[in-house]
């Protein structure tokens, strides 16, 4: 019998990484393996997470707002960011988004579009995980067309006073500082709400089957006062929000490959010692064409991420770029999720195994940063130059 092949060493994609993208990846995954993955059934099982404690391991690891430079952040690579999600996801899809939220969408929106006091305020604190954001954009009635939302921001004097509800809003209730984004007379403004503000509240969804290891929340605003120096002021109608959504897609390229690896691994191992019919699955004609079939899918997702990832750092990469890895790369995952389930057969549905709760943490992260409609719709308006939108 041959000795079979590493799923890692399929493509030998370690031979379009620098050394330093492998020790990276490489004291992630080991970082996974100690501190995460021996509990994350159990916070997953309770829908209890330590988001404080994981948010200061993730800060004394230099990954929270990583690709970000100055103000404590470490200014890597976008690739490097990359494979961070995509370690993080290996081990769950709410892990990687406490970092993606923190980093890309709460930090990236502060050190974008925020003034320089603002900047120095909060970003050092979140680099270290010494200080939780959220990011409050998506409404109860408004979620793909953030454009339609009804929170609003109002003058009075030199304060601002806004009013209305977000809703799915990751590390909402943990939060010490919420980016809100509101309607005002001049257009959509950000605002930093900080927690402890009279009139802001958060409350915790329950009853969820998909990321349960990570804090959802619905966040209040019932004329919650602030002052002027509260505003974003680089932020300017629509583009400040929607460019925080393209950082945090971008990292969902990578991490949907993470949970699809981790699947597709699982899987490997179990066949290889699962006897059915008195020999291994994994000897099984059907068997093996679903692994082909998978690691060939896994392999492009892969490639794809790193190939964005490239791009990304050269200045280069587009909307409609990132928009066609994150549909490509969540799609393909859940996939492979749900196919490795049938090779697990009934342990497959049980967290003994990582398979279905991949799976089911997958539904959320084909939804969440933008649905595979909306992709597809912003792919298609790049290649017919036509909106299909309206």
């Not at 960011?81 to 709410?94: K, N």
């Not at 953030?146 to 609003?152: A, K, L, N, S």
């Not at 109002?154 to 806004?162: A, F, T």
């Not at 929340?217 to 002021?233: G, I, T, W, Y």
Request: with cysteine.
């Amino acid at each position: 019998m041959n000795s079979a092949t590493p799923l890692d060493d399929m493509l030998e994609l370690d031979s379009l990484l620098s050394p330093e993208d492998i020790e990276l990846r490489q004291t992630v995954r080991r970082f996974g393996e100690q501190r995460l993955r021996p509990f994350i059934a159990e916070w997953f099982e309770t829908g209890q997470v330590p988001v404080r404690e994981l948010a200061a391991d993730f800060g004394k690891l230099g990954l929270l707002g990583m690709h970000l430079k100055g103000y404590g952040c470490g200014g890597s690579t976008a690739t490097a960011y990359g494979l961070v999600c995509q370690e993080l996801e290996a081990v769950d899809s709410g892990l990687r988004s406490l970092v993606s939220v923190q980093g890309s969408l709460a930090m990236f929106a502060i050190h974008r579009w925020g003034s320089e006091e603002q900047r120095n305020q909060w970003l050092p604190a979140m680099a270290a995980g010494e200080a939780i954001g959220c990011f409050g954009l998506t409404e109860p009635d408004f979620g793909s067309n953030p454009g339609g939302m009804r929170t609003t921001a109002k003058r009075d004097g030199s304060d601002w006073v806004l009013r209305g509800s977000k809703m799915w809003i990751t590390n909402g209730s943990v939060a010490d500082v919420a980016v809100v984004w509101a309607r005002t007379d001049e257009g959509v403004a950000g605002f930093l709400v900080p927690a402890g503000t009279p009139g802001f509240s958060a409350t915790d969804m329950t009853h969820k089957l998909s990321l349960r290891a990570s804090v959802t929340s619905e966040l209040h605003l019932d004329d919650v006062r602030l002052p002027a120096d509260a505003k974003l002021p680089e932020a300017r109608g629509l583009s400040g929000p929607l460019s925080c959504l393209s950082e945090a897609r971008f990292g969902i390229v990578f991490g949907s490959v993470g949970a699809a690896r981790d699947c597709l691994q699982t899987a490997l191992d179990y066949v290889g010692t699962r006897e059915v019919f008195d020999k291994p699955l994994a000897g099984y004609q059907l068997t093996q064409a679903k692994i082909a079939d998978m690691a060939v899918e896994l392999g492009k997702a892969q490639l794809l991420a790193l190939h964005l990832g490239r791009l990304k750092d050269e200045g280069k990469i587009k909307p409609e770029q990132v928009s066609l890895g994150k549909l490509n790369n969540v799609r393909e995952a859940i996939q492979i999720a749900r196919q490795c389930r049938t090779l697990l057969g009934a342990n497959g549905i049980t967290l003994e195994y990582p398979v279905i709760r991949h799976a089911n943490n997958l539904e959320s992260v084909l939804t969440y940063e933008g649905t595979s409609e909306v992709h597809q719709l912003v792919i298609g308006e790049a290649l017919t130059g036509v909106s299909a939108f309206r």
